[in-house]
């Protein structure tokens, strides 16, 4: 059974950084697409980024520039590190496989809040 917990979250002042882990047990090898998502108050779900088994990355307009996904298969982690941090970034982070997303398959996500 697979299993995805992620962490790095926290409180940081805007122009901070931070970077969220995510690791991954059970059935998900350097093959497996990763991606990063986000869901803040009152909004719906939405995709941050994405990094394929052969390291290519997507990264949504709204963060494009300031954040980064990256991974090390050899620790079965994937990392996201965040720059630049705005009020608007505020949200819960989840990592995923997109097999899990049609599942509705989340873990428990960990909460970035970015405030003065």
């Known amino acids: 059974q697979v299993q995805l917990v992620e962490s790095g979250g926290g409180l940081v002042q805007p122009g901070g950084s931070l970077r969220l882990s995510c690791a991954a047990s059970g059935d998900i090898t350097s093959s497996s697409t990763m991606d990063w998502y986000r869901q803040a108050p009152g909004k719906q779900r939405e995709l941050v980024a994405r990094i394929t088994s052969g390291g290519t990355t997507n990264y949504a307009g709204s963060v494009k520039g300031r954040f980064t996904i990256s991974r090390d298969n050899a620790k079965n982690t994937v990392y996201l590190q965040m720059n630049s941090l705005k009020p608007e970034d505020t949200a819960v982070y989840y990592c995923?496989?997109?097999?899990?997303?049609?599942?509705?398959?989340w873990g428990q996500g960990t909460q970035v809040t970015v405030s003065s």
């Open positions: 995923n496989t997109p097999i899990r997303t049609m599942r509705s398959l």
